[in-house]
């Protein structure tokens, strides 16, 4: 079973930067695809960031150019850096692992962004 757990979120002015990473507890980590998904009050969860097993990344149209997905399977984490941030970014990020069966989120840390 793994378990996931997110930090890094935090109250950032818009054009800010945050970092987000994600932690991952048991084996195979490196064979897991990654995500990092977001939901806003009263919006349905979205997918943000997504990286494969072998490392190929792609993004919502709303975060490309701004924020970067990278992961390191040796320290079993997953990051977010998050750049040129709006207060549209808003939400709670979760972390989240996926490869067959197996399908496992974060609690969530919030990231707000004002104006």
């Known amino acids: 079973q793994v378990q996931l757990v997110e930090s890094g979120g935090g109250l950032v002015q818009a054009g800010g930067s945050l970092r987000l990473s994600c932690a991952a507890s048991?084996?195979?980590?490196?064979?897991?695809?990654m995500g990092w998904h977001r939901q806003a009050p009263g919006n349905e969860r979205e997918l943000v960031a997504h990286?494969?097993?072998?490392?190929?990344?792609n993004y919502a149209d709303s975060v490309k150019g701004r924020f970067t997905i990278s992961r390191d399977n040796v320290k079993n984490t997953m990051s977010l850096q998050m750049n040129s941030l709006k207060p549209e970014d808003t939400a709670v990020y979760y972390c989240?692992?996926?490869?067959?069966?197996?399908?496992?989120w974060g609690r969530g840390t919030l990231v707000t962004v004002s104006s």
């Open positions: 048991g084996s195979g980590f490196s064979m897991y695809h």
């Open positions: 990286i494969t097993s072998a490392g190929t990344t």
């Open positions: 989240n692992v996926h490869r067959f069966a197996l399908d496992a």
